[in-house]
């Protein structure tokens, strides 16, 4: 029974990922907004589609690999049979467990990961990426994954040993924490994959010091991060704790983008940091967690759940394997529908503080070479967007800075 439930969860969650497609597919080749109307012009549309539809395909071949090996985890005793050829304790189990699963999915998506790198991205224009960068990213990221898991797991444990079913209380707290680490230092994590340089004196800095500073805000530093060296498009991002606010550049940014169009993407980004949309969407992620948590503690006061997967009884790292995998996943997106939704309004509220500061043409300017530069789709379904969409589609950006000039 319990076998049959966790597979409707993972056939539900990839009919839901095939609805998506469909609705994208549907919606290519209906009439753009007029405010997105002549971004690209006939060959880069055409160009649009083929890179759209090239993407398509392999993230639906994604998500079928991603189902049988679902189906194979979940579907059967194969959980337990690879915990139980572990040696050691919970925790030694534990860590040769995500050692070899996270391996072999590693292996599994390859396939995927070189195609769309090497073929698709490449066939389009964005790639950078060398065959060595390739491998020493995929295995940096392999490590940083298990050592996070085991860091999870862990805290799983120890509050387990303390608190017995009542160890979701100190795991929320744990998370939650960490959480707020995470966003704080998020720079951090970057500069294991990338170098970080600090913005020349000139026009630019001026300009963002300038900005920030008016603000209230003291800015650590300026970095310019070496984004070409993977990849053509352009991105940019804030960082840092309470006063001490950091921006990042991609150095693809900083050459081909005018010093305005520049400082009005981060008057965007200054009204987040004065509205603390920040701090309150992380608040607001943190309550994804209580689905798994609730997850974990049902698994380990009902054991006949751990022991139909071939545990002798209840199992905390079955409990925490399953409250954290994927077979939860589609109760994860219909969590994150309304936490889009209020992060939609955020973006809003940033552009019109833009707007405010005198950078609506600058951020309009800036925000069409952003998605012309990435080939992004200028006119999604309607649908799609209220069901996956964290910022709002191009043309209502546009249109809602036009209609404050009015």
């Not at 392999?58 to 690879?82: K, Q, R």
């Not at 998370?175 to 704080?184: E, H, N, P």
């Not at 060296?229 to 606010?245: D, E, F, H, S, V």
């Not at 964290?390 to 036009?402: D, M, S």
């Amino acid at each position: 029974m319990y076998k049959l439930l966790f597979l409707a969860l993972i056939l539900i969650r990839f009919l839901w990922d095939i609805a998506l497609h469909v609705l994208s597919a549907k919606q290519v080749g209906k009439p753009l907004p007029k405010s997105v109307q002549g971004i690209y012009d006939e060959a880069e549309y055409q160009k649009w589609r083929a890179y759209n539809g090239k993407k398509d395909k392999l993230s639906i071949a994604s998500s079928i690999i991603a189902l049988l090996i679902n189906v194979l985890l979940y579907c059967t005793d194969l959980i337990s049979v690879i915990y139980y050829a572990m040696p050691g304790g919970v925790m030694i189990k534990a860590i040769l467990f995500f050692l070899a699963v996270g391996a072999a999915e590693t292996i599994a998506s390859l396939p995927i990961d070189y195609i769309f790198t090497f073929k698709i991205e490449e066939e389009f224009g964005f790639n950078k990426v060398t065959p060595k960068t390739f491998i020493v990213d995929t295995v940096k990221n392999y490590i940083l994954n298990n050592v996070l898991n085991v860091i999870i797991f862990g805290l799983v444990l120890l509050a387990y040993n303390l608190l017995g079913n009542y160890f979701g209380l100190i795991v929320f707290a744990g998370l939650a924490l960490f959480m707020i680490l995470m966003s704080a230092f998020s720079s951090v994590f970057s500069k294991i994959f990338n170098k970080f340089t600090s913005l020349p004196e000139g026009e630019l800095r001026d300009n963002l010091s300038k900005m920030f500073e008016d603000a209230g805000y003291k800015l650590k530093d300026i970095y310019v991060m070496d984004a070409s060296r993977r990849t053509t498009k352009a991105n940019a991002y804030c960082g840092g704790i309470g006063k001490l606010k950091q921006i990042v550049l991609y150095d693809n940014l900083v050459n081909n983008y005018t010093p305005g169009e520049i400082t009005a993407v981060f008057a965007h980004e200054l009204a987040h940091f004065k509205n603390k949309d920040t701090t309150k969407m992380t608040f607001f992620n943190m309550l994804n967690f209580l689905p798994m948590l609730l997850v974990m503690t049902l698994l380990m006061i009902f054991p006949e759940v751990a022991q139909s997967y071939g545990f002798e009884s209840a199992n905390i790292f079955f409990a925490f394997y399953v409250g954290f995998g994927s077979v939860l996943s589609i109760v994860t997106q219909l969590i994150m529908i309304p936490f889009n939704a209020m992060s939609c309004r955020f973006e809003r509220r940033a552009d019109s503080l833009a707007y405010e500061l005198g950078y609506g043409d600058e951020l309009i300017s800036a925000l069409r070479k952003l998605h012309k530069d990435s080939l992004s789709d200028m006119n999604p379904h309607p649908i799609v967007v209220k069901l996956t969409y964290n910022h709002p589609p191009l043309h209502e950006r546009i249109e809602l800075i036009e209609s404050k000039k009015n």
